[in-house]
């Protein structure tokens, strides 16, 4: 298992960024294990970080090299640098066509990845959440499965936010400054709920996954866009359990995400586990 940290150039955002990759190259086979053809690209996971993260909490603080390791699995990690992964009109600054467009023609062209939709895939949490929602859909002709955990679908709380909380990334002029004109959300291509319906019009939605702890403040937001999506007759995985907005019901959680992606099958190992699953 080769863990990578890579600084990519993005014309998207004028500057160097730090990506860190896990790319199953060299992985350990015992005399009886399958060899898997040196000719056949990698599926991928572009996995996003949450807010006050960056692109090592994944490696950090999941099993996500263990479990990219069993399946045969090439994960790709930016980092968020808490813009929410949006394309920025203020500054100019296009983080979603960097997730969207850049990063993976660049990985594409430095590792051994397929290039096919199915074999595509992107999830995060939280601010993450949002951004594999909002960059999956916007970019659906690239990615066929998007995962969201504990997703931070908090318009609500954006256009109801003022300027006295001690922390800047809860003040209005925060969210302003990374998605403009708050009452011109609804209908752009931020809007999930928007997106969504283009793509579901164009006949195009990827597969989507959804879940959050029951104790996370998060939840009747996730709930929310549940309920939207089911009655667009989406094809959505949506589970909830036990658990708070922390790394203990991420971690977990993400092996759920690798049981519900079609990688291939364990080579060797702990299972992610059992998956309980609400259609």
Same mark, same amino acid.
């Given at each position: 298992?080769?863990?990578?940290?890579?600084?990519?150039?993005?014309?998207?955002?004028?500057?160097?960024?730090?990506?860190?990759a896990?790319?199953?190259?060299?992985?350990?086979?015992?005399?009886?294990?399958?060899?898997?053809?040196?000719?056949?690209?990698?599926?991928t996971?572009?996995?996003?970080?949450?807010?006050?993260?960056?692109?090592?909490?994944?490696?950090?603080?999941?099993?996500?090299m263990?479990w990219?390791?069993?399946?045969?699995?090439?994960?790709?990690?930016?980092?968020?640098?808490?813009?929410?992964?949006?394309?920025?009109?203020?500054?100019?600054?296009?983080?979603?066509?960097?997730?969207?467009?850049?990063?993976?023609?660049?990985?594409?062209? /430095?590792?051994?990845?397929? +290039?096919?939709?199915? !074999?595509?895939?992107? =999830?995060?949490?939280?601010?993450?959440? &949002?951004?594999?929602?909002?960059?999956g859909?916007?970019y659906?002709?690239t990615?066929?499965?998007?995962a969201?955990?504990?997703?931070?679908?908090?318009?609500?709380?954006?256009?109801?936010?003022d300027?006295?909380?001690?922390?800047?990334?809860?003040?209005?002029?925060?969210?302003?400054?990374?998605?403009?004109?708050?009452?011109?959300?609804?209908?752009?291509d931020?809007?999930?709920r928007?997106?969504?319906?283009?793509?579901?019009?164009?006949?195009?939605?990827?597969?989507?996954?959804?879940?959050?702890?029951?104790?996370?403040? /998060?939840?009747?937001?996730? +709930?929310?866009?549940? !309920?939207?999506?089911? =009655?667009?007759?989406?094809?959505?995985? &949506?589970?909830?359990?036990?658990?708070?907005?922390?790394?203990?019901?991420?971690n977990?959680y993400?092996?759920?995400?690798?049981?519900?992606?079609?990688?291939?099958?364990k080579?060797?190992?702990?299972?992610?586990?059992?998956?309980?699953?609400?259609?």
């Amino acid at each position: 298992m080769a863990l990578i940290r890579i600084d990519l150039f993005s014309q998207a955002l004028m500057r160097t960024v730090p990506v860190t990759a896990v790319i199953p190259v060299d992985n350990v086979r015992y005399e009886g294990d399958p060899v898997r053809p040196a000719d056949l690209p990698y599926k991928t996971l572009y996995l996003l970080n949450g807010i006050y993260g960056n692109n090592m909490d994944w490696v950090c603080a999941s099993n996500v090299m263990m479990w990219a390791q069993e399946r045969s699995l090439a994960v790709i990690m930016p980092a968020g640098e808490n813009h929410f992964y949006v394309d920025c009109a203020a500054t100019g600054e296009g983080y979603g066509r960097f997730i969207g467009e850049e990063l993976v023609e660049q990985t594409r062209r /430095l590792f051994h990845l397929s +290039r096919k939709r199915e !074999d595509t895939y992107i =999830a995060g949490l939280s601010m993450g959440g &949002y951004g594999a929602l909002r960059n999956g859909l916007k970019y659906a002709d690239t990615f066929g499965y998007v995962a969201g955990l504990s997703s931070g679908l908090i318009f609500d709380k954006m256009k109801n936010a003022d300027n006295s909380s001690g922390d800047y990334t809860q003040r209005r002029s925060y969210y302003e400054a990374i998605f403009g004109d708050l009452d011109k959300l609804d209908g752009s291509d931020k809007d999930y709920r928007a997106l969504y319906l283009k793509v579901k019009a164009a006949g195009n939605a990827p597969r989507l996954y959804l879940a959050c702890g029951t104790e996370d403040f /998060l939840i009747e937001h996730n +709930r929310s866009y549940r !309920d939207f999506l089911q =009655a667009q007759g989406a094809d959505l995985t &949506y589970e909830e359990g036990p658990g708070g907005h922390d790394f203990t019901f991420w971690n977990e959680y993400l092996g759920h995400v690798m049981d519900w992606l079609p990688l291939e099958e364990k080579m060797a190992g702990i299972s992610s586990g059992n998956v309980r699953r609400e259609k």
